[in-house]
C-alpha cells in the first residue's frame, strides 16, 4: 500500500486549500480511507473520514468547513478546507484501514497564518 498526500501550504485564516491523496495498492477500498492530522507535540488526530453508504464523519472543530471526497476512477481521496484557522496548522496524513493495520502515507503540511 502506498499513499501519496500532496496539496499543503502555506495559507491566510479563512483560505482555502485542497489535500489530494493517490492511493495505490490492493485490497482496500477509498472507503476505507481517512485524513488524520499532527500538531508537533500532540497527539494525531482522526479529521476526516468515510463511515459507509456515502456518508462522511468529522471531527466537531472542522465541520461545516471540510469535506471529505473520492475519485475512484483516480484512485484518489481529497480534503477541501475552507475557512482555514491558525489552529488547523499540522501536518495532515492520509491513511487507510486494511483489517487490524492501520497505513499511513507521507504527511503533507499545512500553515495558516493569523
Known amino acids: 500500500v502506498q499513499l501519496q498526500a500532496s496539496g499543503g501550504g502555506l495559507v491566510q485564516t479563512g483560505g482555502s486549500l485542497r489535500l489530494s491523496c493517490a492511493a495505490s495498492g490492493s485490497g482496500f477500498s477509498l472507503n476505507q480511507m481517512a485524513w488524520h492530522r499532527q500538531v508537533l507535540g500532540k497527539q494525531r488526530e482522526l479529521v476526516a473520514t468515510?463511515?459507509?453508504?456515502?456518508?462522511?464523519n468529522y471531527v466537531d472543530s472542522v465541520k461545516g468547513r471540510f469535506t471529505i471526497s473520492k475519485d475512484n476512477a483516480k484512485n484518489t481521496i481529497y480534503l477541501q478546507m475552507n475557512s482555514l484557522k491558525p489552529e488547523d496548522t499540522a501536518v495532515y496524513y492520509c491513511?487507510?484501514?486494511?483489517?487490524?493495520?492501520?497505513?499511513w502515507g507521507r504527511g503533507t503540511l499545512v500553515t495558516v497564518s493569523s
Open positions: 491513511t487507510v484501514k486494511i483489517g487490524y493495520l492501520d497505513y
Open positions: 468515510f463511515t459507509g453508504g456515502g456518508r462522511t
